[in-house]
């Protein structure tokens, strides 16, 4: 079967990701019998939606085993002079285009996030996090940032303006008060003005979702010019072209800076996905358990131990295959 066959293929669903892992599990360590390879290869020839699940199994088995029985120290010198030469090469681009830029009134972060990729630059951001890591960060005027898992800021305190742009992830902000200064928080899909707040921002690839929890802030759409007040206690999300309807503004976006999921009668895929922002590998949920309502406050620095909790609380089981793949099961 052709590749473009393979990436034509439907999304696998949990089941084939599930059994696609299995079947990794088995082979990773090149011991398995004749007769279980040839299972393997009759299995993986199926279906289209097979291979396109051991391409996804293996796309994350060689992000955590990228150096499994390899003892050349070279691997490690050659990976860090790699990452060094990308270091240097963005240096050397950032620096081109605040030359270019010159008087241009998109500015210097703008320029940053307009031309460069999302990864490059939450890696050479001012402030970032890890995944699974949170931190929080006063700014030279006052300010308060927090940054949630998997997140990146660039700053810029001005004698004219103050700029936080979210590179990646999500970020809550305390503004202090300063009427001489205005405070944007500025995303690829627009910017926002705090008019005296506490709101949070949180950037997915299509959308940007702002939650505000004291004062209001104003959105503009990059494209298009539509334009917002959101007052206290209300959220909207947006892209560069409209600014969808708001609504009540969800506390989970504001527990998170004392270290808390909270679960509001929502389902085990939305836990699920919020749990996917803390933890590294893989964590899949079953259709038939996926909907089950889920209530309670748990600790988002410890995913594993939510797992367990949510174990206990409800009719599912947690099965772990590889020690970076995890699945949550319907109980037998």
């Known amino acids: ?20 892992a299995h079947w990794y599990a088995l082979l990773r360590d090149g011991k398995a019998p004749a007769q279980d390879r040839a299972r393997w290869q009759a299995w993986l020839g199926s279906n289209p939606t097979h291979q396109a699940a051991w391409r996804y199994v293996e796309g994350i088995g060689r992000d955590f085993e990228p150096l499994r029985g ?24 950032l620096a081109g285009i605040v030359a270019v830029a010159g008087g241009v009134s998109l500015g210097w972060m703008g320029w940053r996030q307009a031309l460069l990729p999302a990864s490059v630059m939450a890696w ?11 931190r929080e960060i006063a700014l030279a005027d ?42 944007f928080v ?48 209300l959220q909207a999300n947006f892209n560069a072209a409209e ?6 503004a969800d506390p989970a976006r504001e527990a998170w800076t004392q270290g808390a999921l909270v679960a509001d009668s929502i389902s085990l895929r939305r836990v699920v996905d919020e749990l996917r ?34 174990a206990s609380a409800l009719p599912i089981r947690i099965e772990q295959p590889l020690p970076w793949w995890t699945s949550i099961e319907a109980k037998r």
């Open 277 to 310: 922002r803390y933890r590294r590998g893989h964590l899949g949920v079953a259709d038939e358990v996926a909907d089950l309502t889920v209530y309670g406050s748990f600790p988002v620095h410890e995913p594993e131990r939510v797992l367990r909790m949510l």
């Open 1 to 20: 079967m052709t590749n473009a066959a393979v990436d034509n293929a439907p999304r696998p669903s949990h089941a084939v990701l599930a059994q696609a």
């Open 186 to 233: 500025q995303t690829a899909h627009g910017r926002m003005q705090a008019l005296g707040t506490r709101f949070n921002v949180r950037l997915d690839a299509d959308r940007t979702l702002l939650a505000v929890y004291e004062g209001a802030v104003a959105i503009r759409a990059a494209a298009g010019g539509a334009t917002r007040v959101l007052a206290e206690g």
């Open 124 to 134: 050479g951001a001012d402030h970032r996090t890890a995944i699974g890591e949170q």
């Open 142 to 183: 006052g300010s308060r940032v927090w940054l949630n898992t998997a997140s990146a800021v660039n700053v810029s305190i001005k004698a004219s303006e103050r700029i936080v742009a979210l590179v990646e992830g999500e970020v809550f902000i305390a503004t202090a008060a300063d009427a001489s200064r205005p405070f």
């Open 70 to 93: 390899r003892t050349d120290a070279r691997v490690a010198a050659d990976t860090l002079s790699v990452a060094t030469a990308c270091l240097h090469t963005r240096r050397r681009v």
């Open 243 to 248: 600014i969808l309807a708001p609504e009540t």
